[in-house]
């Protein structure tokens, strides 16, 4: 049966939540806009007149075409060259989704964002629609094919798995912001002693160049080697700036609600670096550098209004 205009109506009105819910659950906004349009034609080909509650039809068929997609992603990564990060969403992008809550903006971080791949599909879906969607066991049960109880238990599992990830407090906007900016201003200086007071003494440093871009698999583990890695990262050089394409303007930023660094060529984004600050200093830095991974936050940057970069890397 074909739909009626007030059936593709209500459905674009809903896309951008299903688009958000699909993005937390697979980490990439590409797949994410493929499942939200899978989901538009199971959606053109029901018979709707049928459908009670269309939202929640739809939850359901979008939650397990990303459950099925999550299960082909696992044996994908395998063969993934280097380390898989997550694709991060600049500030401003739709696809971020509610963020009236904080776990709702919690749960769309960049740390939790990679927490998330250690859970099982399933933890991740309930995870997802109770923690960033508000979805009552209840709903979500139905959604998923499984009991109450079980939702509810598959929700304290997941929450530890993500808990255990994240043992420090983090600080707030203005503070990191303060933090980024002295973290760029010590990255520009060459020298590693800036960096390393403004590092954890456990900070790592992990990198996804997808294969494309160098991007070494193992992380950086410690304040001093992350600091000289990151001094050898912005210290000048031909060869970097051939590599590139130019030297990239770097900009302190906001990837996900966090605070981040971004770094642009000719408008087109390089790398974002998401940086986890927290009380006791940064404590990660999470380098995107897949160019598969930045178009959408090529995207994004061109739509806003950044003003001129902080200073030019190498």
Not at 46 to 54: N, Q, S, T
Not at 124 to 143: G, M, N, Q, S, T
Not at 190 to 203: K, N, S
Not at 287 to 313: C, I, S, V
Request: with cysteine; hydrophobic share 45%.
């Amino acid at each position: 049966m074909a739909l009626t205009a007030n059936d593709v109506e209500r459905f674009e009105a809903f896309r951008p939540r299903l688009e958000a819910l699909a993005y937390r659950l697979l980490g990439s906004a590409g797949e994410a806009e493929d499942a939200a349009q899978e989901t538009f034609l199971r959606w053109q080909a029901a018979d709707v007149g049928r459908v009670e509650v269309p939202e929640a039809w739809l939850t359901k068929v979008l939650t397990n075409l990303c459950l099925n997609q999550l299960a082909s992603a696992r044996a994908r990564r395998e063969t993934y060259v280097g380390r898989w990060l997550p694709e991060p969403l600049l500030a401003g992008d739709p696809m971020l989704g509610p963020a009236e809550t904080a776990e709702q903006r919690e749960s769309v971080s960049y740390a939790v964002m990679t927490l998330l791949e250690r859970l099982s599909p399933v933890e991740r879906a309930v995870y997802v629609l109770r923690e960033a969607f508000d979805y009552p066991h209840r709903e979500i049960a139905a959604i998923l094919d499984v009991t109450e109880a079980a939702s509810q238990q598959i929700l304290h599992r997941a929450r530890k798995h993500v808990a255990d990830g994240r043992t420090r407090v983090t600080v707030d906007e203005a503070a990191a912001r303060r933090i980024v900016e002295e973290f760029l201003t010590a990255a520009a200086s060459g020298r590693t002693e800036p960096l390393v007071r403004l590092l954890t003494e456990d900070a790592v440093s992990t990198g996804d160049g997808g294969g494309k871009v160098p991007a070494r698999a193992r992380a950086f583990e410690g304040a001093l080697a992350v600091a000289r890695f990151l001094r050898g990262l912005f210290k000048p050089g031909e060869a970097k700036r051939a590599l590139a394409g130019g030297s990239p303007g770097v900009y302190a930023w906001t990837a996900n609600g966090d605070p981040a660094v971004v770094a642009v060529i000719d408008g087109r984004v390089v790398g974002v670096l998401c940086l986890e600050v927290t009380t006791e200093g940064v404590a990660a830095i999470r380098n995107q550098l897949n160019p598969d991974k930045l178009d959408r936050a090529t995207a994004r940057w061109a739509a806003d209004d950044h003003g001129e970069p902080l200073f030019h890397a190498f």
